[in-house]
């Protein structure tokens, strides 16, 4: 829906180690080539311009994408699968595929939600610089499923084939370069393949409208959501009039300050996602999808329901402990909390 308030998850999630390494590499670039570089590519990642090609052109645009994207994707994606994760918290991906995975921010975001447990790890991008840089980062992790993944140059389109035994395919910030028959064929390919499969895309109009139309493939394929949506019926969202998408925080490195402007030291990244599954789990509780309001004595609360419609509820004072849980919820979360209250 709207913008609204971030999840809980803060800048500090990013781990240390890949940090540091980002801010090395910036060293030697000039900051207007680097600028110029992540402009072109935020241009790019918010799907405007579908293409056959690889975005990540260079070490330069490479060097400037990850320094600038890197924070914002991990942050997503760990959200998304953040909530795979406490819908079927016994579950652990013994093997992950990352198509279009560039400089690996879905894996190390994979590696931050399950670090437990060994795990297979393939990296699949048509850019062989994005590759590289990957490999190099995965070394400072000290993760065996970062430093031991394959990093494998593939065309990412209607020819892309994935292994049989994939636990978990990601596809992150990448269906908006694709034309839409290679974009489609991914998707079937990633359904057809793994046990579950997380797809996350720009917080737009547009971004969601890929996230919409890849969860109706998945569902179509016998797949099940089970985040963020409460069934797998059609979205309630009145195509045009509005769409659904939610927020993490990001800390803002220098080269965010340069691009963007602004002193904040944070900036909150907005994504649409889905996420499905071919084995049996709980499907997410009724999802708020709008800041919820505070009145005198009352709370406002939009909610995306399990009854495949779009409600609004008011708790008031009188509710005593749902109504403190309800000044506390936060826009992307469940409804009523599923810890109970």
């Keep these: 829906m709207h913008a609204a308030e971030p999840t809980r998850a803060g800048a500090s999630d990013v781990p240390d180690a890949l940090r540091t390494a980002l801010a090395r590499l910036l060293d030697g670039l000039p900051p207007r080539q680097a600028a110029q570089a992540v402009e072109r590519l935020i241009a790019s990642y918010r799907g405007r311009t579908p293409t056959d090609a690889p975005v990540l052109r260079d070490r330069s645009d490479v060097a400037a994408y990850a320094a600038y994207r890197m924070p914002a994707t991990f942050e997503a994606v760990r959200s998304a699968l953040g909530a795979v994760r406490e819908l079927v918290p016994d579950w652990v991906p013994a093997s992950h595929t990352d198509v279009g995975g560039g400089t690996g921010a879905a894996t190390w975001a994979v590696a931050a939600t399950w670090p437990e447990g ?162 049996p789990a709980p499907t997410a509780g009724n999802r708020v999808v709008r800041r919820p309001r505070l009145r005198k004595g009352q709370v406002l609360l939009d909610l995306c329901a399990s009854d495949e419609a779009l409600h609004r509820t008011t708790v008031t004072k009188r509710q005593g402990p749902l109504y403190r849980a309800a000044r506390d919820a936060e826009w992307g979360e469940e409804w009523p909390p599923r810890s109970g209250i």
Excluded: M, N
């Design 118 to 279: 060994e795990r297979r790890t393939t990296v699949l991008d048509w850019a062989e610089s994005a590759l590289a840089l990957g490999r190099e980062l995965a070394e400072v992790s000290g993760q065996p499923a970062l430093t031991s993944a394959q990093w494998r140059r593939r065309v990412i389109g209607s020819g892309l084939v994935l292994p049989e035994d994939t636990d978990l395919v990601t596809v992150s910030y990448v269906l908006g370069e694709l034309a839409e028959d290679d974009r489609s064929a991914v998707v079937d390919e990633a359904a057809r393949a793994a046990r579950a499969v997380v797809l996350v895309e720009p917080g737009t109009p547009d971004g969601y409208r890929r996230i919409i139309e890849a969860r109706d493939r998945l569902i179509a394929a016998g797949l099940r959501v089970v985040a963020p949506c409460p069934h797998s019926a059609a979205c309630p969202i009145e195509p045009g009039a509005d769409w659904c998408h939610f927020a993490a925080r990001v800390g803002r490195s220098s080269l965010h300050r340069q691009v963007k402007g602004g002193s904040l030291p944070y900036e909150d990244e907005k994504f649409s996602y889905v996420a499905a599954v071919d084995f």
